[in-house]
């Protein structure tokens, strides 16, 4: 039988990109994932599909899954032959109980192996512009529980040394002994006006800070109902996050972005959205899928050598054309001696994945400015292949037919809507949603088709944001209002428009 082991991975401490490579290799590697409430969920599509996924989650005053539990659990999984990912919030061996898990492995005689993880002091410190240490300020630095053992009293922690020893203090699992660090803390020598922040949720779209002092902490996290998970620091460095703070003041931070176009592009247009500070929420109302027939393509495909232009208005139309090029044994060479005229950037750039450089960029990313180029390039007798989506708009095939061009308009590509109205639906009633993007005409058709006759009601005031003309055309088809509408009609100019819209205090 395979031999079994367990690595005790530490997660980070929410933002998924905080986990190692290692932990991430790991995780590659699972039979079985056993994981915590403060992993974050979406690091488990990192194991394989087949992999088994335990939730162990322990709550304050809800121990499912107790800590006997949990580690007999590894035990049986490992000596059944598994590999074994014990995720775990942040580091596995601050304040996670990995010491104890690691030492039940180890008198069992199984293999196991430590992958470290950002603990949430370093990472909520670096997200919340703290420097734990610094020259000026401190020169030491203590985590601390503030939730000990319950079977302890508090008092077993050396106030008295602990006080006034240490520069920087950061308490864990704190919230519900604040008063009594503050108190213990200005007894014992440390002046009331010492900087104090509280963090909960560092490092996700969640994060929440309050800074005060050891006097005023108290009262402004009851005031403000700041719950936990959160870390107290105690120290001067505190004061320098109003200079340092950079992730919470970004434009779009703590908004949930609705994004509605196809899960193949959404990534990129997300991550973009992510770096403005925004939470994406990805629910894509079109799904693409192959043309009724490939019959014409695959004949215009066949005709490529005499074709003059290729013309590409979507990188949906560019992926379509080179998979159905690759069924058809050929590759980029096919090309050779034919110009290709894109709509946009946007299209260059998914042309290039292919290694072919576009000969023309339409200047107005609209199906009108790829006309306007085309003409002044002269395309009488032009034979030119404009493959396209099933109901894109004819203006292409029209316009270069009537300038005298031989056009073969073949359809590359379908869309449908994908079965996800209840998603929907649910992310807007439950005040899900803080702003709606919308990319293309037919994003806003099928977002309509979804929720049916509810979409205005369920909408109510969230502002929507249009990537340009066309699209915004149809939102007014619809009776939708219009927020902001992005010039030139490009991703990093949506992203653009919503901060600005959300930056002037809306
Ligand atoms: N092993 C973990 C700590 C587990 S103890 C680590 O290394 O970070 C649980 C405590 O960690 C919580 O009560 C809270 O104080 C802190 N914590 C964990 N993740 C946090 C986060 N994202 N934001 C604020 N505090 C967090």
């Known amino acids: 039988m395979k031999q079994g082991i367990v690595y005790l991975v530490g997660a980070g401490p929410g933002d998924p990109g905080l986990i190692t490579v290692k932990g991430r290799d790991c995780l590659q590697l699972a039979d079985v994932v056993v994981y915590d409430y403060l992993s974050n969920p979406c690091l488990l599509e990192q194991a394989p599909a087949d992999a088994e996924r335990i939730y162990v989650g322990k709550r304050k005053g809800m121990h499912h899954y107790p800590q006997e539990k949990i580690t007999a659990l590894l035990l049986d999984l490992a000596r059944a032959g598994k590999v074994v990912v014990r995720l775990k919030g942040g580091d596995p061996f601050v304040f996670g109980r990995g010491g104890e898990e690691a030492q039940a492995l180890a008198s069992a005689g199984i293999r196991f192996e430590i992958v470290p993880g950002v603990t949430s002091a370093v990472a909520a410190a670096a997200y919340a512009g703290i420097p734990m240490t610094h020259r000026d300020f401190t020169t030491t630095l203590g985590l601390v529980t503030g939730h000990e053992d319950p079977a302890k009293k508090m008092s077993s922690l050396n106030w008295e040394k602990l006080s006034t020893a240490v520069g920087t203090l950061v308490f864990y699992m704190g919230m519900a002994n604040l008063e009594t660090i503050c108190e213990q803390l200005i007894a014992h020598g440390r002046s009331p006006k010492t900087p104090v922040a509280a963090i909960r949720w560092a490092t996700t779209p969640k994060q929440e800070t309050l800074t005060g002092t050891l006097a005023t902490i108290v009262e402004q996290v009851r005031s403000a109902d700041f719950k936990p998970p959160a870390l107290i620091f105690v120290g001067e460095v505190v004061a320098l996050r109003e200079s340092l703070r950079w992730f919470d003041n970004r434009p779009l931070f703590g908004k949930r972005v609705l994004v509605t176009r196809t899960a193949a592009q959404s990534g990129s247009f997300s991550a973009q959205l992510e770096a403005a500070g925004a939470e994406a929420i990805c629910c894509p109302v079109i799904e693409i899928t192959p043309p009724p027939s490939y019959a014409e393509l695959d004949a215009a495909i066949g005709r490529l050598p005499e074709t003059d232009y290729l013309v590409l208005t979507s990188a949906n139309a560019v992926d379509a054309f080179f998979a159905r090029l690759k069924v ?102 439950n005040g899900e949603i803080d702003a709606v993007t919308f990319t293309a005409s037919s994003t806003v058709d099928n977002f309509i088709a979804l929720l049916g006759e509810d979409a205005s009601k369920l909408l109510g005031t969230t502002p929507l944001f249009s990537i340009g003309p066309l699209t915004s055309a149809t939102m007014v088809r619809h009776n939708l209002k219009i927020a902001a509408e992005s010039t030139p009609s490009t991703l990093d100019a949506l992203v653009d428009s919503l901060s600005n819209y959300f930056t002037k205090a809306h």
């Open 328 to 429: 058809d044994n050929k590759d980029v060479r096919a090309l050779y001696g034919t110009i290709v005229a894109v709509v946009g950037p946007k299209t260059a750039d998914a042309l290039q994945r292919y290694g072919l450089q576009a000969d023309l960029v339409a200047a107005d990313f609209r199906a009108e400015g790829v006309v306007a180029e085309l003409l002044q390039h002269g395309v009488a007798d032009k034979r030119i292949l404009y493959p396209h989506a099933e109901l894109a708009r004819d203006i292409i095939t029209r316009e270069l037919t009537a300038a005298g061009a031989r056009v073969a308009a073949p359809v590359a590509y379908s869309s449908r809507l994908p079965a996800n109205g209840e998603t929907l639906r649910a992310l807007l009633q």
